[in-house]
Nanobody, 116 residues
Framework: QLVESGGGLVQPGGSLRLSCVAS????????FAWFHQAPGKEREGVAR????????YYADSVKGRFTISRDNAKSTLYLQMNSLEVEDMARYYC???????????WGQGTQVTVSS
């Protein structure tokens, strides 16, 4: 199970930190990612973090503004979002990533609204 939290309303230029608590499986053994979906658009990947190496990957649109991290001891995934833009407004999902980049499981999502 994946449960996200931390979404909310923020002004442009503001920050939010999303969290995703995992349970029911060996968290440390999996890669994880954050996806988002804006109204009328398809879901797209925002950031990914690998198990083991902890290597991170970002969509070009968020590089330098967002940081993905993980705490294996707490089975928790994070997404620190800074300098938020109106274009970042979407529902954000925590995703367990399997071999070949397949999306094995999804959380229910948390809404991020960026508005003045």
């Amino acid at each position: 199970q994946l449960v996200e939290s931390g979404g909310g309303l923020v002004q442009p230029g503001g920050s939010l930190r999303l969290s995703c608590v995992a349970s029911g499986f060996t968290y440390a053994a999996w890669d994880f990612a954050w996806f988002h979906q804006a109204p009328g658009k398809e879901r797209e990947g925002v950031a990914r973090i690998a198990t083991g190496s902890g290597n991170t990957y970002y969509a070009d649109s968020v590089k330098g503004r967002f940081t993905i991290s993980r705490d294996n001891a707490k089975s928790t995934l994070y997404l620190q979002m800074n300098s938020l833009e109106v274009e970042d407004m979407a529902r954000y999902y925590c995703v367990k990533v399997g071999e070949g980049g397949s999306c094995v499981d999804w959380g229910q999502g948390t809404q991020v609204t960026v508005s003045s």
